[in-house]
């Protein structure tokens, strides 16, 4: 099976405005979804650039997907739809 | 753990009033921000209408750009606020406001029964209350607040768990009682009490509470730069985590914003070891049976206030930031330094030194790189001028300090962690203090904030994310040099 790839924006604005709490992710997520889920902390995905002064960061992208104001239980909730 | 929206909120406004002063129209643009936020037609997130959400804005504009909200009469457009941060010499003296208006006017502490009551025979509550202040009516209990002392004996014996505590959560949070309420349960600050620590700014859940902030005076001075002012700034040891990247390309990132160098106050910490394991020494040679540190901010606030007795037990040694200030001005004697930090309390530190002209905090230094669109990730490394010791920057977490001093003391030193100041801890203090001795150490490191600086008022990630960064920090890092 395919692995859900989780990719937590660690640009300065998703960062500042809240990505630095989704750093706990990394550690529980194997805890909880084994080896079905690949999470990693990325560079800045430009989401914050192309969605300008109305964005809502911080942002996660979940295969492809973005999540805006992300949260923990946010990303958990989008990830077990998935799985 | 999230972050919590008000504090999201806070970060908003801070963005869009660097952004406003960036514009060339500040006044006009400031005045804008409540609007934009919250513009003609949008869902009502918060409050009961969007005439009081953009009242609350305008507020937590006032207070963002360094005023008291205690002292705005309502008819002054936040332009008129805008120019008089502009023309501002000094920073406000007392850091805290309470917006009257976001405040929910929680009720006073008590103890309450609840719906869940089941009015059963047992009548539990009834015979644990030993004020008698229980009576059952209409199939429930009751409780007489006049005869209440809150003692919550009741809450623990109704086997429904009926029975809850309404909570006042500034209250509830503040170490000294420097929350009161006027009559209509709006709490109101006393500055003879406050201790400035920060804890009711991340306590109170209407986020009511506001830091006057200082970003205006520092983006000003960093407009000076062209004129040949120098802005220094000196970064708290607790800075590690709470941005992107490592240290290194947080100082080219600050540099970038528009400072001219960055010092670490952990050189400072390096000197404040030094001179703290030396009086440690000489200190335990003379008998003295304990002494506490004396870098915390909240804590040196708490004694001048609230404990000046235990005066002769706290080290005389200045604070990290102090040596770190005097170095910078004995190297640039003109220059403008700014203390980046997680904790209110130093600006008040900061009001009795003329060696550290202004203090911002991380949410406001990360507000300042998101409006100047500055991508931490994407800079350089760029070495510290001074590169400081492992002792010297673990003093941002609880038991950094005393390991410090530890490491350097030659006497046989057993520390003792006050981990947060807070009723209880409090208590261990006094206790000493009555006693003359410590029970359980002789040097006794007190962190207002729960986990140390990491823990402070105004971080932006949890102390957890931050230990690990510091970790990572410290691997490289030299030992302190032992003198012989």
Do not use: W
């Not at chain 1, 690949?38 to 560079?43: A, K, P, T």
């Not at chain 2, 983006?219 to 040891?237: C, D, F, Q, R, Y």
């Not at chain 2, 209880?424 to 000493?432: D, H, R």
Request: hydrophobic residues 35%; aromatic residues 8%; positive net charge.
């Amino acid at each position: 099976m395919k692995k859900i790839d989780v990719k937590i924006c660690l640009g300065t604005s998703c960062y500042v405005m809240g990505s630095s709490y989704l750093q706990e992710l990394v550690d529980m997520i194997p805890l909880k979804f084994g080896d079905k889920v690949n999470i990693v902390g990325h560079n800045c995905l430009g989401e914050c650039v192309s969605r300008g002064e109305h964005g809502k960061p911080p942002y996660v992208q979940i295969d492809g997907e973005i999540v805006e104001s992300a949260t923990i239980e946010k990303v958990l909730e989008h990830i077990e739809k998935k799985l | 753990m999230s972050v919590k929206q008000f504090i999201q909120l806070k970060k908003e406004v801070l963005i869009r009033i660097i952004r406003a002063f960036l514009s060339g129209d500040f006044a006009n643009n400031a005045r804008l921000i409540p609007f934009e936020m919250r513009p003609k037609g949008t869902e009502v997130s918060y409050r009961c209408c969007i005439y009081k959400e953009r009242a609350v804005l305008r507020d937590r504009v006032i207070a963002g750009l360094g005023f008291s909200i205690e002292d705005d009469d309502e008819i002054t457009e936040l332009a008129q606020y805008a120019n008089r941060a502009l023309e501002r010499k000094k920073p406000h003296f007392q850091p805290l406001t309470i917006i009257d208006i976001a405040c929910k006017g929680c009720a006073a502490t008590r103890v309450f029964v609840t719906d869940i009551c089941q009015g059963c025979v047992a009548r539990m509550c009834m015979q644990s209350c030993k004020f008698n202040a229980i009576t059952f009516a209409a199939g429930k209990s009751v409780i007489d607040a006049k005869k209440c002392k809150n003692c919550k004996m009741c809450i623990s014996a109704c086997p429904y768990g009926a029975i809850a505590q309404i909570r006042v959560p500034c209250e509830d949070s503040c170490p000294v009682d420097a929350i009161e309420k006027n009559e209509n349960g709006i709490a109101r600050i006393d500055y003879e009490r406050c201790i400035s620590c920060g804890k009711c700014i991340i306590n109170c859940p209407f986020g009511a509470v506001h830091e006057k902030s200082q970003i205006v005076d520092v983006l000003k001075n960093l407009e000076n730069k062209s004129k040949g002012v120098k802005i220094i700034a000196m970064t708290a040891p607790s800075i590690a985590g709470q941005f992107p990247g490592d240290i290194y390309q947080l100082k080219s990132a600050i540099i970038k914003a528009g400072f001219t160098d960055v010092y670490e106050v952990a050189m400072g910490a390096d000197i404040t070891i030094k001179n703290e394991a030396a009086e440690f020494d000489e200190r335990m040679k003379e008998g003295v049976p304990f002494m506490t540190t004396s870098c915390c901010a909240g804590y040196n606030g708490f004694i001048k206030k609230h404990l000046p007795d235990i005066k002769k037990y706290v080290s005389d040694t200045k604070t990290p930031l102090y040596y770190t200030a005097q170095k910078v001005k004995s190297l640039y004697p003109s220059a403008i330094t700014v203390f980046i930090g997680p904790c209110v309390a130093k600006k008040n530190e900061a009001f009795y030194n003329d060696n550290i002209d202004y203090v911002i905090n991380y949410e406001e230094l990360g507000a300042l790189f998101i409006a100047k669109n500055i991508e931490v990730l994407d800079c350089e490394k760029s070495e510290y001028g001074v590169e400081s010791s492992k002792q010297g920057r673990g003093f941002g977490v609880t038991s950094g300090v005393a390991k410090a001093v530890s490491f350097l003391a030659k006497t046989q030193s057993d520390p003792v962690l006050i981990n947060g100041l807070n009723k209880q801890t409090i208590n261990v203090l006094k206790q000493a203090l009555r006693e003359g001795k410590c029970a359980q150490g002789n040097i006794v490191e007190v962190m207002c904030c729960e986990n140390g600086c990491v823990g402070g008022n105004a971080v932006i990630c949890s102390a957890k994310t931050a230990q690990n960064a510091l970790n990572k920090l410290l691997e490289k890092s030299k030992d302190i040099k032992k003198e012989n």
